[in-house]
C-alpha cells in the first residue's frame, strides 16, 4: 500500500512537470505570436479581444504590470492607461449633468469621438477592460448591469442591489415613478422612496415635478436626449437634481 502511493505521487508529480512544459511552450508560441502580430493587436480592436482570451487560457494578463515583456512589446500597457484618462475625462465632463452614470454605448461614442477617427480602433471590450483597471486602483469606476449592456459608475457612490433594481427598471423610458415601482417591484412606498431619495441625493437622478399625475425621476445617464446635447437653463428648472 505504501509503494503504491509513492508510485501514484511520483506519476502525478511527473503529469504536474509535463503540463508544466506545455504552459511554457505555449507562453512561449504566445509570445512568438505577439511579435509577429504586434500591430494588429494594437491597431484592430477585434484582434486585440482575440489575443486577450489566448492570454487568458494560460493565465498571462498582458495589464498586470506597466513593465515586462507585454508592455514592453506591444504597447499594451500604455493603451489602455492612455484609454483610462479618456474615460476618465469624458466622465468629468458629464458628471454636472448625470451624476456620474453613463452607458457602456455613449461612452464608447465619445471616446472615439474625442479620438479622431485617424487614432488607434477602441471596442467596447477595450473599455471594459480599462475600466477594471480603474476600478482596481480604487478611485470610484465600476460597471452595473442594465438591459444587456452596462452604465459606468465614475463617482464613489454607494449603491446596493435596490439601486441597481431601479436602475434597470428605468431602462426602457429613461425615468421611473413610486407608482412603477411598487407595481413591477412590489415594494412598499417607503422602500422606493429611499431609493429614489439616495439616487437624487447622489445626482445620479432629477425629480420632474411638471409630470401629469405623477413626479418622475429621471435617470440623465438613461436618457439620449439629456445625454447628448445640452440642457437649457428652462428644461433644467423643471428637473430638481
Known amino acids: 500500500m505504501h509503494r503504491r502511493g509513492v508510485g501514484a505521487g511520483a506519476i502525478a508529480k511527473k503529469k504536474?512537470?509535463?503540463?508544466?512544459?506545455q504552459l511554457e511552450t505555449f507562453k512561449t508560441h504566445l509570445e512568438e505570436f505577439a511579435s509577429k502580430h504586434k500591430q494588429e493587436i494594437r491597431k484592430n480592436s477585434q484582434f486585440r479581444v482575440q489575443f486577450q482570451e489566448m492570454c487568458a487560457t494560460i493565465g498571462v494578463d498582458p495589464l498586470a504590470s506597466?513593465?515586462?515583456?507585454?508592455s514592453e512589446m506591444l504597447g499594451v500597457g500604455d493603451f489602455y492607461y492612455e484609454l483610462g484618462v479618456q474615460i476618465i475625462e469624458v466622465c468629468l465632463a458629464l458628471k454636472h449633468r448625470n451624476?456620474?452614470?453613463?452607458?457602456?454605448?455613449?461612452?464608447?461614442?465619445?471616446?472615439l469621438k474625442g479620438r479622431g477617427k485617424f487614432a488607434q480602433d477602441v471596442s467596447q471590450d477595450d473599455l471594459v477592460r480599462a475600466i477594471k483597471k480603474l476600478k482596481a486602483m480604487?478611485?470610484?469606476?465600476?460597471?452595473?448591469?442594465?438591459g444587456g449592456?452596462?452604465?459606468?459608475?465614475s463617482v464613489p457612490a454607494e449603491l446596493n442591489m435596490d439601486h441597481t433594481v431601479v436602475l434597470?427598471?428605468?431602462e426602457k423610458k429613461g425615468y421611473v415613478t413610486v407608482s412603477e415601482i411598487k407595481e413591477s417591484l412590489k415594494w412598499e412606498t417607503e422602500r422606493a422612496g429611499h431609493v429614489l431619495d439616495h439616487l437624487l441625493k447622489e445626482?445620479?437622478?432629477?425629480?420632474?415635478?411638471?409630470?401629469?399625475?405623477?413626479s418622475q425621476y429621471w435617470l440623465p445617464a438613461?436618457?439620449?436626449?439629456?445625454?447628448?446635447?445640452d440642457v437649457t437653463p428652462e428644461e433644467a428648472n423643471q428637473m430638481v437634481p
Open 222 to 229: 438613461l436618457f439620449s436626449e439629456l445625454s447628448s446635447q
Open 203 to 214: 445626482g445620479l437622478a432629477w425629480l420632474d415635478t411638471q409630470a401629469s399625475g405623477e
Open 99 to 111: 451624476g456620474g452614470l453613463i452607458t457602456l454605448d455613449e461612452l464608447h461614442q465619445r471616446v
Open 138 to 146: 480604487g478611485n470610484g469606476f465600476g460597471m452595473i448591469p442594465v
Open 149 to 153: 449592456s452596462y452604465l459606468v459608475q
Open 16 to 21: 504536474l512537470a509535463e503540463m508544466s512544459k
Open 168 to 170: 434597470q427598471l428605468a
Open 66 to 70: 506597466g513593465k515586462g515583456f507585454w
